[in-house]
């Protein structure tokens, strides 16, 4: 599921850069240039969490024997 969710947004993103090279060769003083970026830079930073998000890490495995120890103080 978590994969769909990246490639979804990294196409959004190359539609996104391509309207900014549109709109950088045609309209470069239009404030939806302006817009376009500030969507890629959103779209960058979901990218990041989305990935982060559906990578396995170590610290976020815990084995069966690490959860039945009791707890000590």
């Known amino acids: 599921m978590g994969?769909?969710?990246v490639l979804a947004l990294r196409k959004q993103?190359?539609?996104e850069q391509l309207h900014v090279l549109w709109l950088e060769q045609h309209l470069p003083h239009s404030p939806?240039?302006?817009s376009a970026r500030q969507r890629?830079?959103?779209l960058c930073?979901?990218?990041c969490v989305v990935e982060s998000a559906t990578l396995p890490t170590l610290s976020a495995t815990t084995k069966k024997s690490d959860a039945e120890a009791?707890?000590?103080l």
């Open 32 to 34: 939806q240039l302006n």
């Open 13 to 15: 993103l190359k539609r």
């Open 40 to 42: 890629i830079a959103k």
């Open 45 to 47: 930073v979901l990218e």
């Open 3 to 5: 994969n769909k969710r």
């Open 70 to 72: 009791p707890l000590s």
